[in-house]
């Protein structure tokens, strides 16, 4: 009876309320399909978002490679594939730890999106203590350890807690991301005390191409050995590799073919070993492309040169040689006499080696395919122009000279014998031997006034340079008298004859420019720097018009962060302060007016003459003052002073 009295109490089961969505008809899309095709006028006020339920974006359907494309200019560092130390390929004027957020915060959007950030993300992965911004000042706070008794804190090593997270998610998912690495670079103080959590991070990363390493695997430190053997063992596709002194019997197991057979550059510091055994080892690496060397007394003109019983010395792209007095330009040409070095050698630098300025042309001549060429070295003779002509230089492919002759400290400071040198560059310049030259690095001040065909800056007491002065001055100083001006003392300075702009003598006159009368017949752009300099500073010499005119150069102080050109695959700096003045450069134009040139005060601008400062043809841009008044023994204005002297 109780069961039969509850069953009034029993909800009934309704249907539910919701209507049921129709089912999509074949014959719907078909009529609206044709719909279309007989009326394309309506395609424009068609909703796409609408027939999709969804919001229509076309970016989300961007194909991979584009999406990459887009990416990378969002992170830049992450396609960075060159084998360059952590502090020499870090990106100026950008902070990398904000591009990288930025690039996670992209892959977060969609699946597409983040399938194609994971993959660049994980590409070339560089690790940096700081952010490069100005939320490093907050983030240095908030990572203080303070407590009750230290207010002050200590502060968290970044760089190291930030490897031990890369190498947790690296390990979880060996399979997906370790596999995606290809380049490591670590800060150097990182690299140098974390040997252990990097030996654990490189054993999940089999397509490993390069990896900055601590310095004593280089030179078979006992402390770095597992970390060697890990390497040797895990990351087999190893493109670049350095061995130093002590490193000797690792660089001739390196001859057996085994361990990087892939190695495309190599760096050889302080080596003593066998000649015939380090030829060897060279020539068991097929994909061999650079090559550096310094500090090597054992390499040698037999190095390059054909033997019977010895392979052959590799055809390399690029050949870097410091402090190797025993390699000559005999060597060079020997192994340049092959066909196949011939074609691969595009960059070569000789620092302080046995091949001297006077026999470069003879190495120039053979290189065919040569795109840069550095010769630092110093002389304590003039250059050799009394035993024979020296033939000029000349090579039909060189843009980049890098021709730094400095005296040695044990020659006068008076001699002046680097100007035989450079007068013997002029010449070269002059006979057109070089048509493809567009930048010249060179260590003496003068020389682009050699190109420009200006003489040479006369002494204080032959007038080469006088205060203007006014003529109630002139007359109280000179007496009206013009021999005992200090111009004519002597005959010193000739001024050159003002002629008409008809007369027929101005154009026999003005052709007399550069060296010999010769001119340069292409666009050059001439780095210089003097001893006592702290930048380089840059001329751009342009040639000589049709009809005699000369062209015109200009030099900038344009703060330039390019700086000087590096290797192209990590070899560091081709010569030595080349990055001195973080690449500055100083402010002159050479405008031609003619058949002449005019040299603009530095820092006016190029249309302006000599005005003094705050008059009219100097008033409408601030520039320096060739002639300042002379202030009291007092000094200047007190807001003039500088602080810190």
């Known amino acids: 009876m109780k069961f039969a009295a509850m069953r009034f109490f029993r909800r009934s089961k309704k249907s539910s309320q919701l209507p049921k969505s129709p089912k999509k008809s ?78 996670s915060h992209a892959g977060q959007v969609c699946k597409r999106w983040r399938k194609t950030a994971v993959k660049l993300m994980y590409h070339s992965i560089r690790i940096d203590s700081v952010h490069y911004c100005e939320r490093e000042i907050d983030l240095s706070e908030r990572r203080k350890r303070r407590s009750r008794f230290d207010r002050n804190g200590l502060p968290e090593d970044t760089a190291s807690a930030r490897l031990h997270l890369l190498c947790r998610s690296l390990r979880e998912d060996p399979t997906r991301l370790g596999a995606l690495v290809q380049y490591l670079k670590t800060p150097y103080m990182l690299r140098e005390s974390s040997a252990s959590a990097l030996a654990r991070t490189i054993a999940v990363l ?41 490193s000797e019997r690792s660089l001739e197991a390196l001859g057996s073919g085994n361990i990087w057979p892939n190695i495309e550059v190599l760096e050889l ?147 002046s014998i680097t100007s035989g040198y450079y007068n013997y560059l002029a010449s070269s310049l002059f006979a057109g031997g070089l048509p493809r030259l567009s930048a010249v690095y060179v260590r003496d001040q003068d020389f682009p006034d050699t190109l420009l065909g200006l003489p040479p800056p006369m002494p204080g007491f032959a007038g080469g340079q006088q205060r203007p002065s006014s003529s109630s001055s002139a007359g109280m100083f000179g007496m009206g008298n013009a021999s005992l001006s200090p111009s004519s003392v002597g005959n010193l300075s000739n001024p050159h004859p003002r002629f008409s702009s008809n007369n027929p003598f101005a154009a026999a006159l003005g052709s007399s420019r550069g060296l010999g009368g010769l001119s340069l017949n292409q666009t050059l752009e001439v780095f210089t720097k ?116």
């Not at 390493?213 to 078979?220: R, T």
């Not at 040409?333 to 003879?362: F, I, N």
Request: proline share 7%; hydrophobic share 35%; net charge negative.
């Open 269 to 415: 510091a302080r080596i003593n070993m066998d000649p015939a055994a380090l030829r060897r080892v060279l020539a068991a690496l097929r994909h061999l492309r650079a090559l550096k060397v310094s500090d090597c007394r054992v390499l040698d003109d037999d190095m390059f040169k054909y033997n019977d019983v010895l392979p052959a010395f590799p055809a390399l792209e690029e050949l870097v040689l410091i402090n190797t007095p025993r390699v000559t330009s005999d060597g060079l040409v020997s192994y340049l006499c092959r066909e196949d070095s011939q074609k691969q050698l595009k960059v070569l630098s000789l620092s302080h080696t046995g091949v001297q300025p006077s026999t470069l042309h003879a190495v120039l001549a053979r290189a065919q395919n040569l795109t840069t060429l550095s010769i630092i070295d110093q002389v304590d003779y003039a250059f050799p122009s009394h035993s024979g002509p020296i033939p000029p230089l000349t090579n039909w492919s060189l843009r980049t000279l890098r021709f730094e002759i400095t005296a040695s400290p044990t020659t006068s400071p008076y001699s």
């Open 26 to 103: 074949v014959q719907d899309d078909f009529e609206r399909d044709k719909y279309r095709l007989y009326h394309p006028h309506q395609n424009e006020f068609y909703d796409y978002a609408a027939q999709k339920n969804s919001v229509f974006a076309p970016w989300l359907e961007l194909p991979a490679p584009i999406l990459e494309r887009v990416f990378s200019f969002v992170c830049p560092h992450c396609c960075d594939e060159s084998y360059e130390t952590c502090e020499q390929s870090a990106l100026e004027d950008a902070c990398m730890l904000c591009d990288l957020r930025d690039l």
């Open 206 to 246: 089999p397509n490993l191409r390069y990896v900055d390493l601590p310095e004593g695997l280089f030179s078979d430190d006992p402390a770095y050995h597992t970390l060697k053997l890990e390497v040797q063992a895990r990351c087999p596709g190893l493109r670049k590799m350095t061995y130093a002194g002590g």
């Open 530 to 645: 003097g001893e006592d300099d702290i930048d380089w500073g840059s001329i751009r010499v342009d040639p000589f018009d049709a009809y005699g005119g000369a062209g015109n150069g200009s030099r900038s102080r344009s703060g330039s962060m390019s700086g000087r050109p590096l290797s192209s695959y990590g070899l560091a700096d081709i010569g030595s302060g080349w990055q001195a003045g973080n690449g500055t450069r100083r402010s002159t134009v050479v405008q031609g007016i003619g058949a002449s040139s005019l040299l603009v005060v530095p820092g006016g601008p190029a249309t302006n003459g000599h005005g003094r400062s705050g008059s009219a043809a100097s008033l409408s841009t601030p520039r320096e003052d060739l002639w300042p008044r002379p202030n009291s023994s007092h000094g200047g204005k007190k807001g003039d002073r500088d602080l810190w002297r």
